[in-house]
């Protein structure tokens, strides 16, 4: 595989792009991004996702965030069957998701709040097994609970999405096939133990993301006395992820460009579909 960089998960329907999403995208392949995948987060943007990765010639996924879970209902489970058995065909299709468990929100954290994150999450993974998918998950202080589940109903792996866990937690997602995505978090001289965890890791199990516009690389980030003070946050976007690539490749003591092909070669691995976009 030539030596480009996929952003493995960037929200490029999000309205901090609105008309601006081409130009980010030109923007990105010039810095050498050559492919996205570019999750939903509800039913109501299922449409979107896939016509913009059309358009730009990336991929998509289906799914419904657990962010978005409180709003969510039995018809947008039924939204998403639908979607994925009409979209079977279709190669750009890659994964379901984005979909897991959120237990950093304390709204979230309420007893009948994770019992309906987990009702949806469950539900979500027997699809994507029904439809022989993988998935791209949300892990946000919840990785035991998302490893219960997995261990239940094993999906055919995918990505976990801004993996911020334990090595123990690493090692036992590479075992039922998942990469593990690594962005702008760890550009951060202060995140020591995620940038432990992300040289003690094979490269195998890597993936690179920028969760586009959000998760800023530290170049991007505004403290809170410096919003406060008038200054905007910087929007994160595609075109940042070589940068944050090189930040991973120095850590790991390795050549940006072996990077660039080892974690593109892990993407195709674990969403084969994108690898069938690409050759």
Excluded at 29 to 55: E, K, M, Q, S
Excluded at 192 to 204: S, V, Y
Excluded at 258 to 265: D, F, G
Aim: hydrophobic letters at 45%; one cysteine or more.
């Amino acid at each position: 595989m030539a030596a480009c960089w996929i952003d493995s998960h960037c929200h490029l329907d999000a309205p901090e792009f609105g008309p601006d999403v081409v130009a980010e995208r030109e923007r990105a392949a010039a810095a050498g991004v050559g492919h996205c995948v570019i999750p939903a987060v509800a039913a109501a943007h299922f449409d979107a996702v896939r016509t913009l990765a059309h358009y730009t010639g990336d991929s998509y996924c289906l799914g419904i965030h657990p962010l978005y879970v409180p709003d969510a209902t039995e018809e947008d489970l039924l939204t998403l069957e639908r979607a994925l058995d009409r979209r079977q065909g279709d190669g750009r299709l890659v994964a379901v998701g984005e979909i897991g468990l959120d237990f950093f929100v304390p709204a979230l954290c309420m007893p009948a709040m994770r019992e309906k994150q987990e009702y949806f999450y469950r539900a979500q993974l027997r699809l994507a097994r029904r439809f022989r998918l993988p998935v791209v998950l949300h892990v946000r202080r919840s990785v035991d609970r998302v490893l219960k589940y997995l261990r239940e109903a094993p999906s055919p792996g995918g990505i976990a999405h801004a993996f911020n866990g334990s090595l123990v937690q690493a090692r036992a997602l590479l075992g039922l096939n998942f990469c593990l995505g690594f962005g702008g978090a760890l550009t951060f001289d202060r995140a020591t133990q995620l940038r432990q965890l992300a040289t003690q890791l094979p490269a195998e199990a890597l993936v690179l993301e920028t969760d586009a516009p959000d998760i800023p690389p530290h170049w991007l980030y505004q403290t809170i006395d410096q919003r406060r003070a008038g200054i905007a946050q910087g929007r994160n976007a595609p075109a940042e992820l070589p940068r944050i690539g090189a930040v991973l490749a120095a850590l790991r003591e390795m050549p940006s460009d072996t990077l660039a092909r080892q974690t593109s070669t892990n993407v195709c691995r674990v969403l084969p579909r994108v690898h069938a976009l690409l050759v």
